[in-house]
């Protein structure tokens, strides 16, 4: 295992219900640092060029609109094999097929409001926290 860094948001719907707390918890529990964080409402345009990916998926712009529809707040995760253990605490996709426990079991709603986004691979990692935060803003807690 290796320290890593990944990004982290806590979706509109989230924030609108006021478990950041909780959610922050659960990493801080786990071994994760909190090294940047920042609370922003994206416009669609920009929820647009952040989930570029899926631009020719059904669902793109439905989630488009739900990502830019609140304030998000995205952070950066730092710790021992972060980015699969971010995913883990987070569970599945669809909330109702997440392990009991995680993130999305407790507070998603549906597969379109499912709490939280976590990188998924070292390279999206370092791709995602380039596009919300400067180097100069990532305040590494390893000594
Ligand atoms: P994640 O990494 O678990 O967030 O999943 P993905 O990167 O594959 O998808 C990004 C987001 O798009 C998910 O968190 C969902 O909110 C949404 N999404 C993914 N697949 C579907 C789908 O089949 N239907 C709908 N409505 N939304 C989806």
């Known amino acids: 295992m290796a320290v890593?860094?990944?990004?982290?948001?806590?979706?509109?719907?989230?924030?609108?219900?006021?478990?950041?707390?909780?959610?922050?918890?659960?990493?801080?529990?786990?071994?994760?640092?909190?090294?940047?964080?920042?609370?922003?409402?994206?416009?669609?345009?920009?929820?647009?060029?952040?989930?570029?990916?899926?631009?020719?998926?059904?669902?793109?712009?439905?989630?488009?609109?739900?990502?830019?529809?609140?304030?998000?707040?995205a952070m950066v995760l730092e710790g021992q094999n972060a980015i699969a253990l971010n995913r883990q605490l987070m569970g599945a996709t669809n909330p109702k097929e997440a392990e009991a426990g995680t993130i999305r079991a407790d507070h998603a709603d549906s597969i379109d409001a499912n709490a939280v986004h976590g990188s998924d691979s070292a390279e999206n990692a370092a791709n995602e926290i380039a596009f919300f935060f400067a180097d100069l803003e990532l305040n590494s807690r390893i000594a």
């Open 4 to 73: 890593q860094r990944t990004l982290s948001i806590i979706k509109p719907d989230a924030v609108a219900k006021n478990v950041v707390g909780d959610i922050i918890r659960r990493f801080e529990e786990n071994g994760l640092s909190v090294i940047a964080v920042r609370l922003q409402q994206l416009s669609a345009a920009e929820a647009g060029r952040f989930y570029a990916v899926h631009a020719e998926r059904p669902f793109y712009g439905d989630l488009c609109s739900f990502m830019s529809s609140g304030p998000a707040l």
